[in-house]
Protein backbone atom coordinates (compact mmCIF):
# COMPACT_ATOMS: atom_id res chain seq x y z
CA UNK A 1 0.00 0.00 0.00
CA UNK A 2 1.46 3.41 -0.65
CA UNK A 3 1.15 5.88 1.65
CA UNK A 4 0.53 9.58 0.98
CA UNK A 5 2.81 12.22 1.63
CA UNK A 6 1.14 13.89 4.95
CA UNK A 7 -1.40 13.16 6.90
CA UNK A 8 -4.49 15.91 7.09
CA UNK A 9 -3.59 16.81 11.19
CA UNK A 10 -0.84 19.28 11.99
CA UNK A 11 0.72 16.69 14.14
CA UNK A 12 -0.51 12.91 13.42
CA UNK A 13 0.79 9.45 12.29
CA UNK A 14 -0.14 6.18 10.63
CA UNK A 15 -1.79 3.36 12.49
CA UNK A 16 -2.56 -0.43 11.86
CA UNK A 17 -5.06 -2.02 13.31
CA UNK A 18 -5.41 -5.74 12.71
CA UNK A 19 -9.47 -6.67 12.57
CA UNK A 20 -9.85 -9.44 15.61
CA UNK A 21 -12.56 -11.10 13.79
CA UNK A 22 -10.08 -13.86 12.67
CA UNK A 23 -6.22 -14.19 11.48
CA UNK A 24 -6.68 -13.42 8.03
CA UNK A 25 -9.77 -10.94 8.20
CA UNK A 26 -7.89 -8.11 7.29
CA UNK A 27 -5.93 -4.98 8.33
CA UNK A 28 -6.99 -1.59 8.39
CA UNK A 29 -4.53 1.86 7.69
CA UNK A 30 -5.27 4.90 9.28
CA UNK A 31 -4.05 8.59 9.80
CA UNK A 32 -4.20 9.22 13.61
CA UNK A 33 -4.32 13.36 14.71
CA UNK A 34 -1.97 12.85 17.45
CA UNK A 35 0.85 15.07 18.62
CA UNK A 36 4.73 14.28 19.26
CA UNK A 37 4.77 12.58 15.72
CA UNK A 38 7.54 9.43 16.41
CA UNK A 39 8.53 8.73 12.56
CA UNK A 40 11.23 6.21 13.80
CA UNK A 41 9.30 4.18 16.08
CA UNK A 42 6.52 3.69 12.88
CA UNK A 43 8.90 2.47 10.71
CA UNK A 44 10.04 -0.24 12.92
CA UNK A 45 6.44 -1.19 13.21
CA UNK A 46 5.88 -1.30 10.31
CA UNK A 47 8.99 -3.74 9.38
CA UNK A 48 8.49 -5.47 12.33
CA UNK A 49 4.53 -6.18 10.95
CA UNK A 50 2.95 -5.48 14.67
CA UNK A 51 -0.38 -3.38 14.88
CA UNK A 52 0.31 0.66 16.01
CA UNK A 53 -2.71 1.15 18.25
CA UNK A 54 -2.69 5.16 19.49
CA UNK A 55 -5.46 6.97 21.56
CA UNK A 56 -8.85 6.67 20.39
CA UNK A 57 -7.95 5.42 16.96
CA UNK A 58 -10.43 8.34 15.47
CA UNK A 59 -9.61 8.62 11.64
CA UNK A 60 -9.04 11.62 10.21
CA UNK A 61 -8.05 11.35 6.79
CA UNK A 62 -7.19 8.49 4.58
CA UNK A 63 -8.17 5.04 5.40
CA UNK A 64 -8.12 1.73 3.63
CA UNK A 65 -9.24 -1.62 4.38
CA UNK A 66 -7.05 -4.82 2.57
CA UNK A 67 -8.44 -7.81 2.03
CA UNK A 68 -6.77 -11.06 2.82
CA UNK A 69 -7.10 -13.92 0.55
CA UNK A 70 -6.47 -17.75 1.09
CA UNK A 71 -3.12 -19.31 0.32
CA UNK A 72 -2.15 -20.58 3.74
CA UNK A 73 -0.10 -18.59 6.48
CA UNK A 74 2.76 -18.78 4.72
CA UNK A 75 1.62 -16.84 1.54
CA UNK A 76 -0.16 -14.77 4.09
CA UNK A 77 3.16 -14.04 5.97
CA UNK A 78 5.16 -13.55 2.71
CA UNK A 79 2.34 -11.05 1.77
CA UNK A 80 2.62 -8.91 4.71
CA UNK A 81 6.39 -9.04 4.73
CA UNK A 82 5.98 -7.48 1.10
CA UNK A 83 3.87 -4.80 2.15
CA UNK A 84 5.88 -3.97 4.83
CA UNK A 85 9.34 -3.35 2.54
CA UNK A 86 7.02 -1.37 0.31
CA UNK A 87 5.40 0.61 3.39
CA UNK A 88 9.55 1.26 4.26
CA UNK A 89 10.35 2.69 0.99
CA UNK A 90 7.57 5.04 1.01
CA UNK A 91 7.89 6.21 4.62
CA UNK A 92 12.23 6.45 3.56
CA UNK A 93 10.99 8.71 0.42
CA UNK A 94 8.88 10.94 2.61
CA UNK A 95 11.71 11.55 5.01
CA UNK A 96 13.94 12.44 2.41
CA UNK A 97 11.73 14.81 1.45
CA UNK A 98 10.62 16.27 4.59
CA UNK A 99 14.23 16.15 6.09
CA UNK A 100 15.96 17.64 3.05
CA UNK A 101 17.74 14.48 2.13
CA UNK A 102 19.05 12.09 4.82
CA UNK A 103 21.56 10.63 2.51
CA UNK A 104 24.15 13.17 3.58
CA UNK A 105 23.74 12.31 7.68
CA UNK A 106 24.21 8.33 5.76
CA UNK A 107 26.89 9.54 4.15
CA UNK A 108 28.89 11.48 6.87
CA UNK A 109 28.27 8.66 9.11
CA UNK A 110 29.62 6.38 6.70
CA UNK A 111 33.17 8.52 6.50
CA UNK A 112 33.15 8.75 10.39
CA UNK A 113 33.18 4.84 10.45
CA UNK A 114 36.01 4.01 8.01
CA UNK A 115 37.81 6.82 9.75
CA UNK A 116 37.69 5.29 12.84
CA UNK A 117 38.44 1.56 11.69
CA UNK A 118 42.02 3.51 9.97
CA UNK A 119 42.85 4.92 13.28
CA UNK A 120 41.80 2.26 15.87
CA UNK A 121 43.43 0.43 17.26
CA UNK A 122 46.33 0.99 14.67
CA UNK A 123 46.94 4.37 15.95
CA UNK A 124 44.23 5.25 19.02
CA UNK A 125 42.26 3.21 21.30
CA UNK A 126 38.85 3.55 20.91
CA UNK A 127 38.64 5.88 24.26
CA UNK A 128 40.99 8.19 23.20
CA UNK A 129 39.19 8.18 19.34
CA UNK A 130 36.06 9.51 21.21
CA UNK A 131 37.76 12.03 22.92
CA UNK A 132 39.87 13.89 20.17
CA UNK A 133 37.44 13.43 17.01
CA UNK A 134 33.92 12.76 18.73
CA UNK A 135 34.16 15.09 21.94
CA UNK A 136 36.50 17.28 20.04
CA UNK A 137 38.89 17.45 23.14
CA UNK A 138 41.91 18.67 21.29
CA UNK A 139 44.13 19.56 24.20
CA UNK A 140 43.87 15.60 25.87
CA UNK A 141 47.57 15.56 26.51
CA UNK A 142 47.77 11.69 26.99
CA UNK A 143 45.88 11.13 24.07
CA UNK A 144 47.95 13.02 22.17
CA UNK A 145 50.96 11.48 23.45
CA UNK A 146 49.81 8.21 21.89
CA UNK A 147 48.66 9.20 18.73
CA UNK A 148 52.48 11.09 18.02
CA UNK A 149 53.90 7.65 19.32
CA UNK A 150 52.13 5.64 17.37
CA UNK A 151 52.73 7.83 14.38
CA UNK A 152 56.47 8.01 14.91
CA UNK A 153 56.71 4.75 15.29
CA UNK A 154 55.20 3.45 12.46
CA UNK A 155 56.85 6.00 10.11
CA UNK A 156 60.19 4.38 11.58
CA UNK A 157 59.15 1.16 10.67
CA UNK A 158 58.34 2.20 7.42
CA UNK A 159 61.35 3.80 7.21
CA UNK A 160 63.38 0.87 8.15
CA UNK A 161 62.65 -0.68 5.07
CA UNK A 162 64.65 1.52 3.25
CA UNK A 163 67.43 2.27 5.59
CA UNK A 164 70.14 0.28 5.00
CA UNK A 165 69.44 0.17 0.94
CA UNK A 166 72.09 2.55 -0.24
CA UNK A 167 74.56 0.43 2.09
CA UNK A 168 73.67 -2.58 0.03
CA UNK A 169 73.49 -0.72 -3.38
CA UNK A 170 76.75 0.89 -2.46
CA UNK A 171 78.49 -2.19 -1.77
CA UNK A 172 76.93 -4.01 -4.55
CA UNK A 173 77.82 -0.59 -7.12
CA UNK A 174 81.44 -0.61 -5.82
CA UNK A 175 81.65 -4.43 -5.26
CA UNK A 176 84.09 -3.52 -2.93
CA UNK A 177 83.41 -3.31 0.69
CA UNK A 178 86.46 -1.23 1.52
CA UNK A 179 85.70 0.82 4.77
CA UNK A 180 83.01 -1.24 6.54
CA UNK A 181 84.32 -3.40 9.83
CA UNK A 182 83.05 -6.55 9.49
CA UNK A 183 83.08 -7.01 13.51
CA UNK A 184 81.15 -3.81 13.84
CA UNK A 185 78.71 -5.42 11.65
CA UNK A 186 78.42 -8.69 13.14
CA UNK A 187 78.15 -6.36 16.71
CA UNK A 188 75.26 -4.41 15.58
CA UNK A 189 73.40 -7.95 14.26
CA UNK A 190 73.70 -9.30 18.03
CA UNK A 191 72.20 -6.27 19.15
CA UNK A 192 69.28 -5.98 16.52
CA UNK A 193 68.71 -9.78 17.25
CA UNK A 194 68.46 -9.27 21.25
CA UNK A 195 66.05 -6.08 20.30
CA UNK A 196 63.94 -8.13 18.34
CA UNK A 197 63.67 -11.62 20.71
CA UNK A 198 63.34 -9.24 23.60
CA UNK A 199 60.58 -7.58 21.68
CA UNK A 200 58.72 -10.44 20.84
CA UNK A 201 59.19 -12.33 24.17
CA UNK A 202 57.49 -9.56 26.04
CA UNK A 203 54.68 -9.02 23.78
CA UNK A 204 55.82 -5.38 22.91
CA UNK A 205 53.33 -3.23 20.55
CA UNK A 206 55.05 -3.85 16.68
CA UNK A 207 55.09 -0.26 16.14
CA UNK A 208 57.73 0.08 19.14
CA UNK A 209 60.75 -2.65 17.70
CA UNK A 210 59.79 -3.46 14.31
CA UNK A 211 62.38 -1.79 12.71
CA UNK A 212 64.98 -3.68 14.52
CA UNK A 213 63.15 -6.98 12.35
CA UNK A 214 63.99 -5.20 9.13
CA UNK A 215 67.55 -3.49 10.10
CA UNK A 216 68.29 -6.81 11.17
CA UNK A 217 67.51 -8.43 7.69
CA UNK A 218 69.21 -6.02 6.19
CA UNK A 219 72.38 -6.19 8.21
CA UNK A 220 72.87 -9.84 7.99
CA UNK A 221 72.61 -9.14 4.15
CA UNK A 222 75.77 -6.53 4.55
CA UNK A 223 77.68 -9.59 6.52
CA UNK A 224 77.26 -11.84 3.69
CA UNK A 225 78.42 -8.96 1.15
CA UNK A 226 81.33 -8.03 3.06
CA UNK A 227 82.72 -11.93 3.70
CA UNK A 228 81.04 -12.55 -0.44
CA UNK A 229 83.68 -9.58 -1.94
CA UNK A 230 86.47 -10.18 0.72
CA UNK A 231 86.62 -14.10 -1.26
CA UNK A 232 84.72 -15.49 1.93
CA UNK A 233 81.77 -16.91 0.00
CA UNK A 234 81.64 -20.13 1.30
CA UNK A 235 82.17 -18.68 4.88
CA UNK A 236 79.47 -16.59 4.43
CA UNK A 237 76.78 -18.63 3.39
CA UNK A 238 77.85 -21.21 6.98
CA UNK A 239 77.17 -17.76 8.64
CA UNK A 240 74.29 -17.33 7.54
CA UNK A 241 72.63 -21.19 8.22
CA UNK A 242 74.52 -20.58 11.91
CA UNK A 243 72.59 -17.41 12.69
CA UNK A 244 69.09 -18.72 11.47
CA UNK A 245 69.65 -21.91 13.71
CA UNK A 246 70.73 -19.77 16.18
CA UNK A 247 67.45 -17.03 15.90
CA UNK A 248 65.45 -20.07 15.98
CA UNK A 249 66.64 -21.54 19.43
CA UNK A 250 65.81 -17.89 21.29
CA UNK A 251 62.33 -17.90 20.37
CA UNK A 252 61.38 -21.32 20.84
CA UNK A 253 59.71 -21.95 24.68
CA UNK A 254 63.82 -23.49 25.17
CA UNK A 255 65.02 -20.42 25.78
CA UNK A 256 64.36 -18.78 29.58
CA UNK A 257 63.46 -15.46 29.64
CA UNK A 258 66.76 -14.90 32.23
CA UNK A 259 68.29 -15.27 28.64
CA UNK A 260 66.56 -13.41 26.72
CA UNK A 261 66.98 -10.01 29.45
CA UNK A 262 70.84 -10.92 29.34
CA UNK A 263 71.07 -11.13 25.81
CA UNK A 264 68.63 -7.66 25.49
CA UNK A 265 71.41 -6.13 28.34
CA UNK A 266 74.52 -7.19 26.38
CA UNK A 267 73.18 -4.67 23.70
CA UNK A 268 74.82 -1.82 25.14
CA UNK A 269 78.18 -2.94 25.28
CA UNK A 270 77.47 -4.46 21.25
CA UNK A 271 76.49 -1.06 20.52
CA UNK A 272 79.06 0.79 21.96
CA UNK A 273 82.40 -1.59 21.06
CA UNK A 274 80.70 -1.89 17.56
CA UNK A 275 80.53 1.79 17.12
CA UNK A 276 83.48 2.57 17.99
CA UNK A 277 85.52 -0.18 15.70
CA UNK A 278 83.70 1.44 12.81
CA UNK A 279 85.06 5.31 14.17
CA UNK A 280 88.22 3.20 14.45
CA UNK A 281 88.43 2.09 10.85
CA UNK A 282 87.05 5.38 10.13
CA UNK A 283 90.37 7.39 11.74
CA UNK A 284 92.65 5.13 10.66
CA UNK A 285 92.08 5.00 6.94
CA UNK A 286 91.26 8.16 7.24
CA UNK A 287 88.12 8.56 5.24
CA UNK A 288 84.93 6.62 5.45
CA UNK A 289 84.92 4.70 2.13
CA UNK A 290 82.00 3.10 1.53
CA UNK A 291 79.85 4.06 4.15
CA UNK A 292 76.89 5.77 3.21
CA UNK A 293 76.00 8.63 5.12
CA UNK A 294 72.14 8.73 3.98
CA UNK A 295 72.44 5.06 6.35
CA UNK A 296 74.35 6.96 9.12
CA UNK A 297 72.03 9.77 9.41
CA UNK A 298 68.98 7.55 8.90
CA UNK A 299 70.08 5.48 11.94
CA UNK A 300 71.09 8.68 13.97
CA UNK A 301 67.30 9.90 13.53
CA UNK A 302 65.44 6.65 14.22
CA UNK A 303 67.54 5.93 17.24
CA UNK A 304 66.46 9.58 18.82
CA UNK A 305 63.34 9.32 17.63
CA UNK A 306 63.19 5.35 19.60
CA UNK A 307 63.97 6.80 22.73
CA UNK A 308 60.88 8.94 23.08
CA UNK A 309 58.20 6.30 21.29
CA UNK A 310 60.27 3.15 23.94
CA UNK A 311 59.32 5.03 26.67
CA UNK A 312 55.25 5.96 25.48
CA UNK A 313 54.83 2.44 24.95
CA UNK A 314 57.07 0.09 26.24
CA UNK A 315 58.09 2.55 29.54
CA UNK A 316 60.63 -0.21 29.35
CA UNK A 317 63.98 1.60 30.72
CA UNK A 318 66.45 -1.13 29.60
CA UNK A 319 65.21 -0.54 26.18
CA UNK A 320 65.03 3.20 26.60
CA UNK A 321 68.59 3.18 28.13
CA UNK A 322 69.85 1.17 24.63
CA UNK A 323 68.30 3.59 22.62
CA UNK A 324 70.23 6.30 24.27
CA UNK A 325 73.33 4.84 23.76
CA UNK A 326 72.23 4.05 20.46
CA UNK A 327 72.02 7.58 19.67
CA UNK A 328 75.34 9.05 21.02
CA UNK A 329 77.24 6.43 19.30
CA UNK A 330 75.04 7.22 15.92
CA UNK A 331 75.81 10.55 16.49
CA UNK A 332 79.68 10.15 16.61
CA UNK A 333 79.66 8.35 13.53
CA UNK A 334 77.73 10.75 11.63
CA UNK A 335 79.78 13.25 13.08
CA UNK A 336 82.95 11.29 11.06
CA UNK A 337 81.05 11.15 8.10
CA UNK A 338 80.66 14.99 7.61
CA UNK A 339 84.48 15.37 9.02
CA UNK A 340 86.00 13.14 6.23
CA UNK A 341 82.94 14.52 3.51
CA UNK A 342 85.64 15.25 0.85
CA UNK A 343 88.19 12.75 1.19
CA UNK A 344 88.44 10.12 -0.81
CA UNK A 345 89.68 6.57 -0.74
CA UNK A 346 93.52 6.53 -2.95
CA UNK A 347 92.88 4.57 -5.91
CA UNK A 348 94.41 1.35 -6.13
CA UNK A 349 97.16 1.46 -8.95
CA UNK A 350 96.60 -0.92 -12.17
CA UNK A 351 98.56 -3.84 -12.33
CA UNK A 352 100.42 -4.14 -15.69
Not at 28 to 40: A, F, L, V
Amino acid sequence: MRLPLHCPGPHCRWWKHKHLHGPEDGETWGCQGQPGSDWPALAGAIASGEPQRTGNRKKLGYHRKKPVTGGGAASSRERTRRSAQARMRNVSQWRDAETGGSWLSNMAAETDGLFKRVLVPIFLPEKCYDRLFVQWDLLDVPCLKVLLSKSLGLGIVAGSLLVKLPQVFKILGAKSAEGLSLQSVVLELMALTGTVVYSITNNFPFSSWGEALFLMLQTITICFLIMHYRGQTVKGVAFLACYALLLLVLLSPLTPLAVVTLLQASNVPAVVVGKLLQAATNYHNGHTGQLSAITVFLLFGGSLTRIFTSIQETGDLLMAGIFVVSSLCNGFIAAQVLFYWNAKPPQKKKEQ
